[in-house]
């Protein structure tokens, strides 16, 4: 079944009569610079010179001049209709557009890819922005637009703190307060999802949640990050075999129980708040076995009744009310008053 495409010409055919204006040997330096033969590689400068005994300057210079000679040809006019369709098609997704997004929009075969990568090299509408720090390769048909986007995407980055995690829905909001002076066609969801991926700086984890692409919490490295993500997204406490479980199934990597287990224990982020349940220490879960949970509670309300103190220790940890009150009832670590308080002894 052939593949479909939003494109209605064959490239191949197109680029097949724009070359025909070249000699020889022009033409084979344009096949091979952009793969448009059967070896979809695109060759470098220096493989082309070798084959000719030329250095890759001359190389070059050929290269440049076969498009000049292209677009000054009479069958570039007659293909007018076919960069006509490809601006189009450049517009409906934005006026500027990330070099792969828009090859993969087109074409899901790399021959295909790098034949609609010539006519946008060869076409005078087209202006290629070459990948930098903070951007990747990307195609524009409006300059003004193009400077108003990375603008934009500049200051989202610094309105984001380095491991602050945004819902996709969210990023793209605050991505669309950021943007200025752009026409109300563009401020749409499907546009600022096309532009947030232009950034280097900013990107999205395997979950499909948004944030600096240096932060742990969008390129997860290890066990640790992985179950950062899978217990924060299960938003309550969680057993580290589900934990282990989940890390399987939404990252597709292998994790075993007793090493979720054991990173789970050496990282500050995590609480152990019942037996083998996890929650995350920015949830406010305090850190330490029961007697140092009730301990806090006593430091940060003063002296309470028993009743008061179980209530508050079991909103930190899941454990039965006798085990609270064993831990009170040490005279090592706490007393009661006459009124029946408790306070640190």
């Given at each position: 079944m052939s593949e479909k495409t939003p494109i209605t010409f064959k490239p191949k055919q197109v680029i097949?009569?724009?070359?025909?204006?070249l000699g020889d040997r022009s033409q084979d330096v344009i096949v091979n610079r952009f793969g448009l033969g059967n070896d979809t590689k695109r060759q470098t400068l220096e493989a082309i010179g070798k084959k000719?005994?030329?250095?890759?300057?001359?190389?070059?210079?050929?290269?440049?001049?076969?498009?000049?000679?292209?677009?000054?040809?009479?069958?570039?006019?007659?293909?007018?209709?076919?960069?006509?369709?490809?601006?189009?098609?450049?517009?409906?997704?934005?006026s500027t557009v990330s070099e792969e997004g828009l090859l993969k929009y087109i074409s899901k075969d790399k021959s295909t890819q790098n034949q609609i990568h010539f006519l946008l090299v060869v076409g005078e509408d087209f202006i290629r922005e070459?990948?930098?720090?903070?951007?990747?390769?990307?195609?524009?048909?409006?300059?003004?637009l193009s400077k108003k986007i990375h603008s934009s995407l500049r200051e989202l980055y610094h309105t984001l703190s380095d491991d602050e995690i945004?819902?996709?829905?969210?990023?793209?909001?605050?991505?669309?307060?950021?943007?200025?002076?752009?026409?109300?066609?563009?401020?749409?969801?499907?546009?600022?999802?096309r532009w947030l991926t232009l950034s280097?700086?900013?990107?999205?984890?395997?979950?499909?949640?948004?944030?600096?692409?240096?932060?742990?919490?969008?390129?997860?490295?290890?066990m640790r990050d992985y179950a950062f993500l899978v217990i924060r997204r299960?938003?309550?406490?969680?057993?580290?075999?589900?934990?282990?479980?989940?890390?399987?199934?939404?990252?597709?990597?292998?994790?075993?129980?007793?090493?979720?287990?054991?990173?789970?224990?050496?990282?500050?982020?995590?609480?152990?708040?019942?037996?083998?349940?996890y929650a995350l220490a920015e949830w406010g879960y305090m850190s330490g076995v029961v007697k140092d949970?009730?301990?806090?509670?006593?430091?940060?309300?003063?002296?309470?009744?028993?009743e008061e103190i179980i209530k508050k220790?079991?909103?930190?940890?899941?454990?039965?009310?006798?085990?609270?009150?064993?831990?009170?009832?040490?005279?090592?670590?706490?007393?009661?008053s006459k009124e029946g308080k408790y306070s640190i002894a």
């Open positions: 097949k009569r724009l070359i025909s204006v000719y005994k030329i250095t890759r300057e001359r190389v070059r210079q050929i290269e440049n001049y076969s498009i000049i000679n292209i677009r000054k040809s009479k069958e570039y006019a007659k293909e007018k209709v076919v960069f006509d369709e490809l601006r189009k098609i450049i517009a409906d997704l934005g070459k990948e930098d720090n903070e951007f990747k390769h990307r195609w524009s048909i409006d300059k003004e945004l819902l996709e829905s969210d990023m793209v909001e605050k991505f669309l307060e950021n943007l200025k002076d752009v026409s109300e066609k563009y401020k749409n969801q499907e546009v600022a999802k280097k700086l900013i990107d999205k984890n395997p979950l499909g949640e948004w944030g600096k692409t240096g932060s742990s919490n969008i390129n997860a490295k290890g299960h938003g309550s406490p969680i057993h580290f075999r589900e934990v282990a479980k989940l890390i399987t199934e939404l990252f597709d990597k292998k994790a075993h129980v007793a090493t979720t287990h054991n990173e789970l224990i050496k990282d500050p982020r995590f609480v152990l708040v019942g037996r083998g349940l949970v009730i301990r806090g509670v006593i430091e940060k309300n003063g002296p309470m009744s028993k220790v079991l909103k930190e940890r899941y454990v039965k009310e006798n085990t609270i009150m064993v831990n009170l009832q040490n005279p090592k670590f706490f007393k009661k």
